[in-house]
């Protein structure tokens, strides 16, 4: 158990609204990370972190900002939601050998 | 550029089958390659890795084999079971600089019938 928790859990939201998920760990790590997952796309990578205040685009970024004012918490921020952004997100981070990812539980959020 | 291919489900086996999931990729350099599992409603979690040509990564009865000359990483279970039931990733990491990002496949549904 990395200690990586996720909030809310599920969400259901409106269109043009702004959404903020949270995640949070308890250990330290410097890499976290920010997924989207779709059925027929797999996992893909919205933003990621290496460090307090230092921060990176993935794949499919449009549309989010994330910010990490601490190590332990990651905040992914959809500043207008859209039915495209209709998604489970995960978050997970790095273990200190750089080898393994951990993930959290996932949020699931609908966007009406 | 890095790309992990795998092959479509969904597989359905019976009880006690053998398994096999294709996973091939390219990658520039020496890649580490990694199997994932998803269960019902849970976040995927690491079920298998290898960091070299030839190692064999294996965990819970499952088993795949870095092979360079073919790019693969097979998955492999000589007798799956009900619970083995769900989604499975392979993944590569291609380390550089501040980028440790995983390069994951579409995944692989699996259901195990009884």
């Known amino acids: 158990d990395a200690g990586i928790t996720q909030s809310p859990r599920h969400k259901v939201t409106e269109t043009g609204t702004p959404v903020t998920l949270r995640c949070h760990q308890t250990e330290n790590h410097r890499y976290m990370y920010w997924y989207r997952q779709d059925p027929g796309h797999g996992l893909r990578l919205i933003h990621y972190?290496?460090?307090?205040?230092?921060?990176d685009k993935g794949e499919v970024s449009d549309g989010y900002s994330v910010s990490r004012s601490k190590t332990e918490d990651f905040l992914l921020t959809l500043e207008s939601a859209t039915s495209s952004q209709t998604s489970v997100y995960f978050c997970?981070?790095?273990?200190?050998?750089?080898?393994?990812?951990?993930f959290g539980p996932g949020t699931r959020l609908t966007v009406l | 550029g890095n790309s992990v291919t795998q092959m479509e489900g969904p597989v359905t086996l019976s009880e006690e089958a053998f398994l096999t999931i294709n996973c091939t990729y390219t990658a520039t350099g020496y890649p580490s390659l990694f199997w994932y599992v998803q269960y019902p409603g849970e976040g995927l979690q690491l079920l298998l890795k290898a960091t070299k040509a030839d190692d064999k990564g294996s965990n819970k009865g499952f088993e795949a084999t870095y092979r360079k000359e073919t790019t693969s990483f097979h998955l492999e279970k000589g007798s799956v079971q009900v619970s083995d039931s769900a989604v499975y990733f392979c993944a590569l990491k291609v380390s550089a600089g501040n980028n440790r990002k995983l390069i994951w496949g579409l995944g692989t549904s699996l259901a195990v019938n009884p």
């Open positions: 997970a981070i790095v273990d200190a050998s750089g080898n393994e990812q951990f």
């Open positions: 972190s290496y460090g307090v205040k230092d921060t």
